[in-house]
């Protein structure tokens, strides 16, 4: 079975600063690798997603994931977070048809 | 606008009386899933469904029912609600893994 752990429950950061959201999933085969961010109130929209390739994937306003096969891993990243990135972040693997297994969440707040 | 719509977006109810949450897409999208979200607990798949007419079991589907009969609508049914069914429920549609949810239906079954 598939499973997806996120490390971190909440995480609280001052603007400008750095972000990394470790998350791990364990699956032995082929797998789609997504993060979906989820603001206060709203649903799920996609943040970035990784199929095949390159295993450093960008997704929107300026995050990014790296894919490690070698360690489980598709971490999320952000050089530097405002204000409006607090939000709710769910890191999820899609590994055969059908399901989609989700992590816990982070939730992130950015103080101004 | 290409979009996932679910009804009603809020409902209390009482345990016991069967409750049916719509959820329809405009994508054309062959995949949909329901999904629960409790705190703490991310997002938990109830029924997904690949196509018109077939229907699989996601990882809490207890207490809880599914339809596929047009390939844009899948309602959840709740045959008999109860308390521990109150929680925040998205629909969702997929092209190739990617997911598109619905705004969501916040259920309260007192």
């Known amino acids: 079975a598939q499973s997806v752990s996120q490390h971190n429950h909440h995480v609280i950061l001052s603007e400008a600063a750095s972000l990394e959201l470790g998350c791990n999933y364990s699956y032995g085969g082929t797998v789609n690798l997504f993060w979906y961010v989820q603001y206060p109130g709203q649903h799920l929209q996609l943040l970035l997603k990784?199929?095949?390739?390159?295993?450093l994937v960008k997704g929107i306003k300026g995050f990014e994931a790296e894919f490690i096969k070698s360690k489980f891993s598709f971490n999320l990243r952000k050089p530097s977070v405002q204000w409006s990135d607090t939000a709710e972040y769910f890191c999820?693997?899609?590994?055969?048809?059908?399901?989609?297994?989700f992590g816990d969440g982070t939730t992130l707040t950015v103080k101004p | 606008e290409a979009q996932v719509t679910q009804n009603p977006r809020y409902l209390i109810t009482v345990t016991g009386k069967k409750l049916t949450v719509t959820c329809s897409q405009n994508?054309?999208?062959?995949?949909m899933s329901w999904y629960r979200q409790d705190p703490g607990l991310g997002l938990r798949q109830i029924y997904y469904s690949m196509n018109v007419e077939v229907t699989d079991k996601g990882d809490v589907p207890e207490g809880y029912k599914v339809s596929r009969k047009e390939k844009r609508n899948f309602p959840l049914i709740l045959e008999s609600p109860s308390p521990n069914q109150t929680s925040l429920y998205f629909c969702?549609?997929?092209?190739?893994?990617?997911?598109?949810f619905g705004e969501g239906s916040r259920l309260t079954v007192l």
């Open positions: 969702a549609s997929s092209l190739g893994g990617e997911l598109f």
């Open positions: 999820a693997v899609n590994a055969r048809a059908g399901k989609s297994t």
């Open positions: 990784y199929f095949s390739g390159d295993p």
């Open positions: 994508m054309n999208h062959e995949y």
